[in-house]
């Protein structure tokens, strides 16, 4: 049995091993695929990995031996995930592997904006702080979190354990998803409608999944009904939020800063108006990659083809 890896080098860069797969088949593993390329490197394979290189119809048209396709992501819209499943190709994908990382870049990203860490040990290391008449200096107001309201948009796994994170630094939470769980509610934490939640969270962070009605949920009229001063945070999907909108929320000072990890074309384009926007940090989707997170990845993506082979199908997105 052939099995292709079509982009393993985002998940594997050298410092894991595809050894769990090589025991299953014969593996061939390119570090990236370019569009031209695609079929031919397929060829007679069975079971093919991929992370953001695309499978079409088409594609799927010209390499009729395909049986099964491990998405090595959460996302799956890279695969034509209809025209799989009219040719009895099985489509999976990695739901759950990176949800402590996920939660814990979103504090990174947060406390950085609250302290302006990185600004501060440049400005010792400039001399700033040798060089100054007091005890202590800062050039950025310093923010404390404990006592103030994070609105999470998407509380499932990711949005319940941020909320975690947040609870400890002190914070209150307004959770608001289309799926409840009272057993959450707590004297620190009640879920909210999506209007409560603008209007009253010092911070709001993003995690729900890019569909139909939450596509552009952050623009010019959601932003409007936020708190002066509000701190944005997505580490979920750049088209949660209309770009143009937040830069200009961002530079008249209505929002008083953003991190986001994820844009909405990816990589980033020059023009993006985040990249030049006030008090904006932009990191290059990165959140779900800690070594450990990959590492579970991989693990997942690896039981999940053999479950297929024992046929006892796990993770199926295209049933």
């Known amino acids: ?30 570090d990236r695929t370019p569009a ?19 499978l079409t119809r088409d594609t799927f048209d010209q390499v009729p031996k395909v049986k099964f396709v491990g998405v090595l992501a959460t996302g799956y819209n890279v695969v034509d995930g209809e025209a799989a499943k009219e040719k009895g190709i099985v489509v999976t994908n990695i739901p759950t592997y990176g949800t402590s990382a996920v939660a814990q870049f979103t504090f990174a990203l947060l406390l950085e904006m609250c302290h302006h860490v990185w600004d501060h040990s440049q400005e010792v290391k400039k001399g700033a702080w040798t060089n100054c008449q007091d005890f202590c ?3 950025y107001p310093l923010i404390e979190l404990a006592g103030k309201t994070m609105g999470i948009i998407g509380f499932g796994r990711i949005g319940q354990a941020t909320a975690k994170i947040a609870q400890a630094l002190g914070m209150k939470v307004l959770a608001y998803d289309n799926y409840q769980d009272s057993k959450l509610v707590s004297d620190s934490l009640k879920y909210a409608g999506l209007d409560e939640l603008l209007a009253n969270s010092d911070v709001i962070s993003l995690h729900c999944p890019l569909i139909d009605n939450t596509v552009g949920i952050i623009n010019q009229n959601t932003i409007a009904k936020m708190k002066d001063g509000v701190k944005i945070i997505n580490t979920s999907r750049g088209p949660l939020i209309v770009e143009k909108d937040l830069a200009e929320a961002l530079n008249s000072g209505k929002v008083s800063g953003a991190a986001v990890d994820v844009v909405s074309t990816e990589p980033a384009k020059m023009d993006n108006p985040l990249l030049s926007a006030k008090n904006c940090i932009v990191t290059p989707h990165i959140a779900w990659a800690p070594k450990e997170s990959r590492e579970r990845l991989m693990n997942i993506a690896v039981v ?13 997105v295209n049933k």
């Open 1 to 30: 049995m052939k099995i292709v890896v079509l982009d393993g080098y985002t998940l594997n860069p050298g410092d894991l091993t595809w050894g769990r797969l090589e025991k299953i088949g014969e593996l061939t593993v390119y």
């Open 36 to 54: 031209n390329q695609i079929i031919e490197r397929i060829g007679d394979a069975e079971i093919i990995f991929t992370n953001k290189t695309p």
């Open 137 to 139: 200096f800062w050039n």
């Open 304 to 316: 999940n083809l053999e479950q297929f082979l024992k046929g006892d199908l796990v993770n199926v």
